[in-house]
């Protein structure tokens, strides 16, 4: 559907209503100790965190899902000159879960002992990262992974 000459507040609406699953829900998911995503209903594809639209299609014909949790630790990094607000050193990892979707998170691991090695073990979400500092807008969390 175009959105040219059409009325700000009408492709406003429009476009909130194609959100099946907010960034809200998808926090408050991670609070309850699931992990949701999209499924598309026109390619099975999983889009995780939540998008309007299918990563692998482009379809807007979502349905939520909830995700196993588990998956594979793909790349990571040791951060050591924290921001404002946080303590190093931590491990920002992108986990790829056995769904397909890969997701950004925090790693509880010992950063200290952290090597290439580690980079294709099992992990699993074991809890929440929670985090609020003056740039991102209120308190929010961020899935905490554990090697399994």
């Known amino acids: 559907m175009s959105m040219v000459g059409r009325d700000p507040v009408e492709m406003e609406k429009d476009i909130k209503s194609r959100y099946v699953l907010t960034s809200k829900d998808y926090e408050d998911g991670l609070r309850q100790g699931k992990l949701l995503g999209l499924k598309c209903k026109d390619c ?18 979502l349905e939520p899902t909830e995700l196993s949790g588990k998956g594979e630790l793909m790349t990571y990094t040791v951060i050591k000159i924290p921001p404002e607000g946080y303590e190093a050193p931590y491990i920002v990892c992108l986990a790829k879960t056995d769904e397909g979707p890969w997701i950004v998170g925090r790693l509880d691991y010992d950063a200290q ?36």
């Open 44 to 61: 099975g594809a999983v889009t995780c965190p939540p998008m309007i639209v299918c990563q692998r299609c482009g379809s807007i014909n």
């Open 113 to 148: 002992k952290m090597s290439e090695e580690m980079l294709g073990k099992n992990v699993k979400i074991k809890g929440i990262f929670p985090y609020s500092d003056k740039y991102s807008g209120g308190e929010h969390v961020c899935p905490m992974f554990e090697i399994s």
